[in-house]
């Protein structure tokens, strides 16, 4: 599904699309796959925050956290970063 939508398709169905990656996230292997999950997980937590959905925001970037390397400052900083950031200002 994410791989076959346009943009503003993900961005519309974004909350469908994520739950959906996240219940096979143990499957999900390849790290620049997990850094797309993690992405999204940010973008999803972004629009639950527009949506004053604090926990449901949190919740998103606690699992981005959790999809990100074990060298993500390093490999991955401003997905790292903005993560971090946003998950403080919740």
Do not use: M
């Not at 994410?2 to 096979?24: A, S, V, W």
């Not at 997990?34 to 959905?53: F, G, W």
């Not at 919740?59 to 401003?78: N, P, T």
């Amino acid at each position: 599904l994410y791989e076959k939508l346009p943009e503003e398709q993900i961005n519309k169905h974004i909350f469908l699309i994520l739950d959906q990656l996240l219940k096979g996230k143990s499957l999900i292997k390849n790290q620049e796959e997990k850094d797309q999950v993690a992405l999204l997980c940010l973008r999803a937590a972004e629009k639950a925050i527009k949506s004053s959905d604090f926990v449901t925001a949190s919740v998103y970037l606690d699992h981005g956290v959790g999809c990100l390397g074990g060298r993500y400052w390093r490999d991955q900083y401003h997905l790292s970063w903005n993560i971090f950031n946003t998950a403080a200002e919740v």
